[in-house]
């Protein structure tokens, strides 16, 4: 058995009436069946559940994050400054970066900017056939949103959104598709410019080239300790 220490913060814990329980689930739980098992519980809570955010001991994890016993899950509503409505996704299927920006643009923007970096034919003079990437899945959803807070923080802008692609990706295909939407058309290029390049330098994300004769890894920036 799984025992969590459950903390609810603001109208999380107007909906469910309390602010601290204790949650048993089964042993390989994960962050998705605590809130399961806290939505069935508290039905009040499915208001807010396709977009609550969790914290384990005191990070920030993506719904699939296993738990351990004694784990402190702190689940609250999106945070105020505009970042609630983000969206930070990995994802095995092709990106539609025109429907990213249906998702993300609201009447009061004007300006959106849309980014998408697209698999080439060739690397080192020679010629590309496909490409993988892989990620450490929950650190990469985890840093994407740390992007966000950092973008929100420096400019004016309405909403961010990131999708990348993992798995095999073909030539000519999106593999990554960032979207900024924004009252003006500055900060929207800026924070959009911002986002890509802290991308490849912090979200354990990793590409690898393959050519007729083989293949290759493609290193980046380093990333940060910190």
Known sequence: ??????????????????????????????????L????????????????????????YVAHSRPLSDGDIVAVFPPVSGGSNEDVFELTR????????????????????????????????????LYL???????????????????????????????IHRL?????GQTSVAIVVTAAHRRPAFEACHYAIDRLKKIVPIWKREFFEDGSRWVEGESGEAS
């Open 36 to 59: 399961d098992a806290l939505c069935e519980r508290y039905p009040k809570l499915n208001e807010l559940a396709d977009r609550l955010l969790v914290a384990v001991n005191e990070e």
């Open 132 to 162: 993988e990437y892989e990620a450490y899945e929950s650190m990469a959803l985890r840093m994407m949103a740390r992007i966000g807070r950092e973008v929100h923080e420096r400019w004016p802008i309405d909403r961010l959104g990131i």
């Open 167 to 171: 798995g095999r990706i073909e030539i």
């Open 93 to 128: 299927e092709p990106i539609d970066g025109r429907g990213l920006v249906s998702r993300l643009l609201r009447h009061r923007d004007g300006a959106v900017v849309l980014f998408e970096g697209v698999v080439r034919d060739h690397s080192l003079g020679k010629t590309v």
């Open 1 to 34: 058995m799984t025992r969590l220490h459950v903390h609810l913060f603001g109208h999380c814990r107007e909906l469910a009436g309390v602010d601290r329980i204790q949650l048993d689930l089964p042993e390989e739980a994960n962050v998705r069946m605590a």
